[in-house]
């Protein structure tokens, strides 16, 4: 099995810091600090994943790139959207699950 190494695009950290502006308002400070560091384990773990998910068939998720791969977050909220290029596993965006409609 390949390492890969995870990069996170700038739309994926812009969807991040508007995630953390929503969850500071909506969850205490300790609920959005967990919150958050099980985003980061769930992106961490496409070091080893990355390729067990295969290439998205869906249209939307082909215009943020044409070899956009997704995994889905522990608790099906979110959609991580990557690609591959070499040994690196780039984060695109980080999208809730609603948007992903096929």
Request: hydrophobic letters at 45%; proline letters at 3%; aromatic letters at 8%.
């Amino acid at each position: 099995m390949r390492l890969y190494e995870v990069r996170i695009g700038k739309s994926a950290l812009s969807d991040i810091n508007n995630l953390r502006a929503f969850l500071d308002g909506m969850l205490s400070l300790e609920g959005a600090i967990h919150y958050a560091d099980m985003m980061r384990a769930e992106v961490k773990m496409l070091a080893l994943f990355a390729e067990c998910y295969r290439r998205s068939p869906s249209k939307s998720l082909k215009k943020i790139h044409p070899e956009a791969r997704k995994m889905i977050s522990h608790n099906r909220k979110w959609i991580y959207v990557y690609h591959i290029e070499g040994h690196i596993a780039i984060i695109d965006r980080i999208l809730p699950a609603k948007m992903d409609k096929g």
